[in-house]
């Protein structure tokens, strides 16, 4: 590729995100208006990041937005069932910042994955969730986030430069189109095996019950 062509690409492509954010601006607004229904009843997004046992036959996809309190409240949650479930459940995060409510979520999301740059990607993520108060009331999160990807030992100007590429804001812009084809209109939006969690457990133990039912399903599903 010439010299010449690669300020064109890279218009090109900041253009495509663009659009595409604002179809997700759009399907937000018709969410909270009641226009996006119920989360689609089975989903396999697949292209996640994975917490866990790869192989496990549970996985529990999480649609989720940093700065949402329901998300930090079952951020321990789902760390506990993994824990509880060390090589029966995995984790598929997607990305889904409800930037009309939350005016930091697009921000964070992009954080962790210039963290996940670095290989630090969970442990960003897990120190964004864990902070949330902190940084959720701040007029500009970004020094905050900064000084968390210098606690996790990352190389600040490489995290800089990974928080403003086309490359995270294309993941982060796929996930969104995943959880639109899923019909996400809130978060957390979780989804077991590929059906739907409704309505959102109580607590951990509510949630690992549903976890044992998915289990003994898979099991007796035909080999």
């Not at 689609?40 to 309190?69: K, M, W």
């Not at 960003?124 to 969730?129: G, L, N």
């Not at 490359?167 to 189109?177: A, G, L, T």
């Amino acid at each position: 590729m010439s010299n010449k062509t690669k300020p064109i690409v890279v218009i090109v492509l900041a253009v495509v995100l663009a659009a595409g954010i604002a179809v997700y601006l759009g399907l937000q607004t018709s969410a909270s208006n009641g226009g996006a229904g119920k989360p689609s009843t089975e989903v396999n997004p697949g292209g996640g990041h994975i917490r866990g046992n790869a192989s496990a036959p549970v996985t529990l996809v999480e649609f989720g937005d940093y700065q949402c309190p329901s998300c930090g409240f079952y951020h321990p949650i789902v760390d506990e069932l993994l824990r509880r479930y060390p090589d029966k459940v995995k984790l598929e995060f997607h990305h889904y910042p409800l930037v009309t409510a939350h005016a930091h979520a697009l921000a964070a999301a992009m954080a962790v994955e210039a963290a996940g740059d670095q290989g630090k990607y969970w442990e960003m993520h897990d120190v964004i969730y864990n902070h949330q108060k902190e940084w959720s009331i701040l007029p500009n999160p970004e020094s905050q986030f900064l000084a968390y990807a210098a606690e996790l030992g990352l190389d600040a100007n490489k995290f800089m430069q990974s928080v403003k590429s086309i490359d995270v804001e294309k993941r982060i812009s796929d996930d969104i189109k995943r959880g639109s084809e899923a019909k996400v209109g809130g978060t957390p939006t979780f989804f077991i095996n590929g059906h739907a969690v409704e309505p959102l457990p109580s607590g951990v133990d509510e949630f690992a019950s549903i976890v044992d039912a998915a289990m003994k399903s898979s099991n007796q599903a035909p080999k």
